[in-house]
């Protein structure tokens, strides 16, 4: 067993001494620093399938700087016989996946007793939002719900908030909603037997819209309606759906009155996420890498955070669609490893700020997607979110580092198993990052055993058990094909991440390093570490 030992240790130095090269830099300088984590108290918790991604209604016309990057991606035409795209969403067991974008209050239902034809979206550039208005076909819910049945996804629904209105010259859309059709599909859905997560009215109204906008106080009114559709709906029903609004840009002012007008009558409060301006931006991986820039949109989780903390309601936040660059993102940056510092710092910036669900855009199409338009095969996002969703408990730690300013730092307890789970992300290309954990006051590198304090009452403790149990971490650490930030390759401990001839996701395995190391991060890298060995009050 020792000789097994001497040889994993020596694998894994060599792995840890290959970084350098992995990250295609010949001179690396080596900074040392501190994680700092407060264990006694979680300042958050998560949803326990907190990870999410969309599908949108963009048909294959739909392009953005003379690039069409959407091809057959629409859930109206996406192939659900492609055994990669099954086995992609079966890996999350289960995903949620939120139904809408743009077009969806330009949707209407096919109902039963509709006698009209089901017309798809035509490209019309007078039209707000470039296309006339399109239609669902029942048949193609039929399939869809087939689906989402067989992969064992979480649906959410966003519903034809514009139904019903007028749209004024100034740009803001006056009347009450019109929930006839919406209601029609609910009530089939449910006599259906189709399981579906949360129905959400409407698709960036908020605020100042996105192509039109509805006053909070009318938003509130119609929200209300939802609700009591879904409560008569499913009055036979064990459990009911969520009901999520307004899927919108966050507005301090206009979602403190939503959600104070409307707040007994809806559970979740969704707002979307393109913090790094148009797809088109060439200086996109320089925002990315700047942690000034990432550290801008705290601001929102934080407002929003107290919008919802100092109301009478117990309506809880979301990300409802969060895909960095807006007009589809940009082909080899949001598709592309770079992404993976965005994305990542993203979901454990939100969470700390107690956000439950983080939906990105999009599970496939644009440029923006977990995987690959054409091909369906997972970008490196895909990988990323898969490792958190596996790794991530609910629980939320505080957690600093201190040294350099290009490490950002998360840690959870961790995900159904003992211990936590620690995300460190290195934004510096020319640096190696040596990391000392910190709980408290007691470094845990800096004795094998760790000696236990009657009187500090959140010292860890280590569990009993085998001596690799106590002896060894297991990390993860995730780095760029060649060095190459943009490559839509991702290397797990330095092995290339694929797909196998049976469209198969690979199996994502760690290395073990002994505790008494400090963890290394290499230059442009992501590790997930996770220490079995530490077990925190907020954790117990």
């Avoid at 350098?20 to 326990?48: H, L, M, P």
């Avoid at 016309?61 to 492609?82: I, V």
């Amino acid at each position: 067993m020792g000789s097994l030992f001497l040889q994993k240790g020596v694998l894994v130095w060599i792995f840890l001494f290959s970084l350098r090269f992995i990250c295609g830099y010949s001179e690396v300088e080596r900074v040392s620093g501190t994680v700092f984590i407060d264990g006694k108290n979680a300042i958050g918790k998560i949803d326990r399938h907190f990870i999410c991604a969309t599908l949108d209604w963009w048909p294959p016309e739909k392009c953005d700087y003379g690039t069409c990057a959407w091809d057959h991606t629409s859930f109206l035409n996406l192939d659900l016989n492609n055994i990669i795209f099954l086995n992609a969403i079966k890996a999350f067991s289960p995903l949620k996946i939120r139904l809408g974008g743009t077009l969806q209050d330009k949707v209407i239902y096919q109902t039963e007793d509709h006698k009209q034809p089901c017309v798809s979206f035509v490209r019309n550039t007078t039209e707000m939002f470039g296309f006339t208005p399109g239609c669902l076909p029942l048949s193609r819910w039929d399939e869809l719900n087939a689906f989402f049945n067989k992969s064992g996804a979480n649906i959410i629904f966003g519903l034809n908030a514009l139904y019903g209105r007028s749209v004024h010259s100034d740009g803001l859309s006056v009347g009450a909603w019109d929930p006839s059709n919406a209601e029609s599909l609910i009530r089939y859905t449910v006599k259906k037997g189709y399981d579906i997560h949360g129905w959400e009215l409407g698709n960036e109204l908020s605020g100042s819209g996105v192509g039109t906008r509805v006053a909070a106080n009318q938003y509130a009114s119609d929200t209300i309606s939802l609700y009591k559709i879904v409560q008569d709906a499913y009055k036979n029903s064990e459990t009911k759906p969520l009901v999520l609004a307004p899927g919108g840009f966050f507005d301090e002012g206009w979602f403190k009155e939503l959600v104070n007008k409307a707040g007994k009558s809806f559970d979740v409060a969704t707002h979307h996420i393109y913090n790094l301006g148009p797809g088109r931006d060439e200086h996109l991986i320089e925002k990315i890498l700047d942690p000034s820039y990432l550290d801008g949109e705290a601001n929102t989780f934080s407002k929003l955070q107290n919008v919802l903390k100092t109301s009478d309601s117990s309506v809880v936040a979301w990300v409802g669609e969060a895909g960095g660059a807006y007009n589809s993102g940009r082909n080899h940056v949001t598709n592309a490893f770079a992404f993976s510092f965005w994305y990542l710092d993203q979901l454990g910036m939100s969470a700390a700020y107690d956000t439950k669900t983080y939906c990105r855009q999009t599970l496939i199409g644009g440029n923006y997607g977990l995987l690959n338009t054409t091909t369906f095969v997972p970008n490196p996002d895909y990988y990323s979110a898969l490792l958190w969703h596996r790794l991530m408990g609910r629980n939320v730690l505080s957690t600093s580092f201190s040294g350099t300013k290009k490490i950002r730092a998360y840690a959870h307890c961790a995900k159904e198993s003992q211990g936590i789970t620690l995300l460190l992300i290195n934004l510096d290309g020319k640096t190696t990052i040596h990391a000392k954990v910190d709980f408290n006051g007691t470094m845990l590198h800096r004795r094998k055993h760790i000696h236990h304090h009657s009187h500090r009452k959140s010292s860890i403790k280590l569990p009993k058990g085998s001596k690799i149990a106590s002896n060894t971490r297991e990390e993860y650490h995730l780095t760029a094909k060649d060095g190459d930030l943009q490559s839509q390759t991702m290397l797990l401990n330095g092995n290339a991440l694929t797909i196998d001839s049976s469209g198969n996701i690979p199996s994502l395995e760690p290395i073990f390093v002994n505790s008494t190391e400090p963890i290394s991060v290499g230059p442009f890298s992501i590790v997930f570490v996770h220490l079995p060995y530490v077990l925190l009050p907020s954790c117990s």
